[in-house]
Each structure stands twice: as structure tokens, then as C-alpha cells.
């Protein structure tokens, strides 16, 4: 029997209504079932983001971004429109390691859409750097006029996305072992205690090991551990 492929999906809406009643959300998931268009697959995690497309902080995409991460699965967002005005979730998604699909852009997989991801991330940054230039314009003209202007209101940039794929090795352990936190937590809390017993939870739930493998050894799991004792 074939192994199904997991995937983690995102949905995002701008309005509590359209998060509670499901408004938006359902759509979202129709676009993704179409995507995925049957076959040997099943989604492990489902977020949903409820906030505006101009926020930065997106607590439900690093979530999910870490499901993903920890079950080695691509992340599958229904729709890209109006992404390139993040910057944020752009640099984000390019930095996270994680492969990305848009049910909406099937084209956009693997290196191809990483590409894509990156030329989309610069131009949300040059457009970014042209309102900021526009704005601080405005502003000293507005000086010079004589009218008398509030406090600072400028913003810093990202630069994430020139530096997205130089994370050194140990960084990325380290990641997986954040991502694996949690798990490793509960599997404790219910009596689990030894890394062998760990070890066999983790293969139990088709967790992959840290290069990919679909069985832990107690060693792996006491890296892990010892990961964590050293970081938090």
C-alpha cells in the first residue's frame, strides 16, 4: 500500500465573521480539494488566519509553516492574490523551508515557484521602497510649507528574502527541534518518558526523523532533547 502524501494547509480571512461562519474559508478549502483532485494524499493540519492582509503578524502561518516543517510536508495556500503587497509573508514563506503550493497558481512548485516567490517578494519591496520615498517627499514638502508634522511614522524593511537559504545546518536543527517541542511535550505529559519510547511514538504518528527517515532511534530522540535543554 502507498503512502499518502500529508500536506498543511492555510486559509486566510480578513474578518472574525468570515472566520466563525466559515464565509470565505469554505471557498478556500473547495480551491484546495480541487487542487489536490483526489489521489494518495490527506491533510495532516488545517489553520486559518483571522486578521487583515496589512498586518505583519501572522501567529496561524507560523503554525502552520511549522507543521509542515515537523511532518516534512508542503504547505498548500487556496489563493495568492494580493500576496505580493507582503512583504512579511513572502520573506516568511521563503525563509521557512518549506515547499509551498497556491491552488490558484498550480505552476508556482518546487524551484519553479520558488523563483516566482522570490521576483514577487522584490517587487512588493520595490513598491514598499517607492511609497516610503513618495511619503517622506510629501512630508518635506509639507515642512517647508510651514505645517507642523507629527511624530515618526517610517518603517524598517525586511532584507529577509536576499538572505532566504543561507540558514547554516545547526540552525536548522535547532528549528526542527523547536518544531518537535511541543509533540514531545504531550507524548511526556501521557507517559512517555525514555527516547526509546519516544522514538517509537514518533515513528507510530509517521512523524519523518530529522534527515527524512521514517523510523527514530532513541538516539536521535536524545539529540533532540539535548537541542532543547541547550536553547531554551
Known amino acids: 500500500m502507498s503512502l499518502l502524501q500529508p500536506f498543511?494547509?492555510?486559509?486566510?480571512?480578513?474578518t472574525t465573521k468570515q472566520g466563525i461562519g466559515g464565509l470565505g474559508v469554505d471557498a478556500q478549502k473547495a480551491a484546495v480539494a480541487n487542487y489536490l483532485n483526489g489521489g494518495s494524499?490527506?491533510?495532516?493540519?488545517?489553520?486559518v488566519e483571522v486578521?487583515?492582509?496589512r498586518r505583519s503578524d501572522r501567529p496561524a502561518l507560523e503554525e502552520a509553516l511549522a507543521a509542515a516543517r515537523l511532518h516534512q510536508a508542503p504547505l498548500i495556500v487556496a489563493?495568492?492574490?494580493?500576496?505580493?503587497r507582503s512583504v512579511a509573508f513572502?520573506?516568511?514563506?521563503?525563509?521557512?523551508?518549506?515547499?509551498?503550493?497556491?491552488a490558484d497558481l498550480p505552476a508556482l512548485e518546487g524551484p519553479t515557484g520558488r523563483f516566482?516567490?522570490?521576483q514577487m517578494a522584490a517587487?512588493?519591496?520595490?513598491?514598499?521602497?517607492?511609497?516610503s520615498t513618495r511619503t517622506k517627499a510629501a512630508l518635506a514638502a509639507a515642512k517647508a510649507r510651514g505645517k507642523k508634522l507629527g511624530g515618526h511614522r517610517g518603517s524598517t524593511l525586511s532584507a529577509a528574502a536576499r538572505g532566504a537559504g543561507r540558514e547554516s545546518q545547526a540552525q536548522r536543527a535547532e528549528e526542527r527541534a523547536k518544531d518537535l517541542s511541543p509533540l514531545l511535550r504531550k507524548l511526556q505529559a501521557e507517559g512517555l518518558k525514555t527516547a526509546a519510547g519516544l522514538?517509537?511514538?514518533?515513528?507510530d504518528l509517521g512523524i519523518p526523523s530529522a534527515r527524512g527517515g521514517s523510523k527514530w532511534t532513541a538516539t536521535q530522540v536524545a539529540r533532540v532533547r539535548q537541542r532543547l535543554d541547550s536553547i531554551m
Not at 8 to 14: G, L, M, P, Q
Not at 123 to 131: M, Q, S
Open 8 to 14: 498543511i494547509a492555510y486559509y486566510r480571512v480578513s
Open 41 to 47: 494524499w490527506k491533510i495532516v493540519g488545517e489553520f
Open 51 to 53: 486578521e487583515s492582509g
Open 79 to 84: 489563493k495568492v492574490d494580493r500576496l505580493t
Open 90 to 102: 513572502l520573506s516568511r514563506l521563503l525563509e521557512a523551508g518549506v515547499d509551498v503550493r497556491f
Open 116 to 118: 516566482m516567490l522570490q
Open 123 to 131: 517587487v512588493a519591496e520595490l513598491e514598499a521602497g517607492l511609497i
Open 199 to 203: 522514538a517509537r511514538a514518533l515513528t
